[in-house]
């Protein structure tokens, strides 16, 4: 496992992932930020133990298999949600702040 590429990778992921798991089990306030911490402290250290040697080669392949299959997942799933709500329109537009849309003079 190329240990530079995940530093620049997980992190990225990290956020997918949390913003997946904080829409499937409606975590609030300090609970996300809980789960980034854990996310990121499992990730960094299966990688660098695997980069290290502590983990035989023969499982690397299905460690990154199963590690890489369940992340990018979530991670698709949570950007997915990041780019919806971000193109939701704002609650508060001209029209909702002026009586009636006449009042308007371009």
């Known amino acids: 496992m190329d ?3 995940d530093m620049v990778i997980v992190p990225a992921l990290i956020i ?9 089990f409606n975590l609030k306030d300090k ?4 789960v980034t911490v854990l996310l990121g402290f499992f990730l960094y250290g299966l990688s660098f133990a ?5 983990i035989p080669d023969p499982a690397h392949v299905w460690i ?3 590690v890489y299959s369940f992340i990018g997942a979530a991670a698709a799933m949570g950007y997915y949600d990041i ?3 971000q193109a ?7 029209y909702n702040l002026v009586e009636s849309k006449e009042d308007i003079q371009i």
């Open 83 to 85: 780019q919806k709500k």
């Open 16 to 24: 997918g992932v949390t913003e997946t798991l904080k829409e499937l």
């Open 31 to 34: 609970q996300p930020r809980i």
């Open 64 to 66: 990154k298999l199963v």
């Open 3 to 5: 240990f530079t590429l």
């Open 88 to 94: 939701k329109p704002s609650e508060t537009t001209v």
């Open 50 to 54: 695997m980069d290290q040697g502590l």
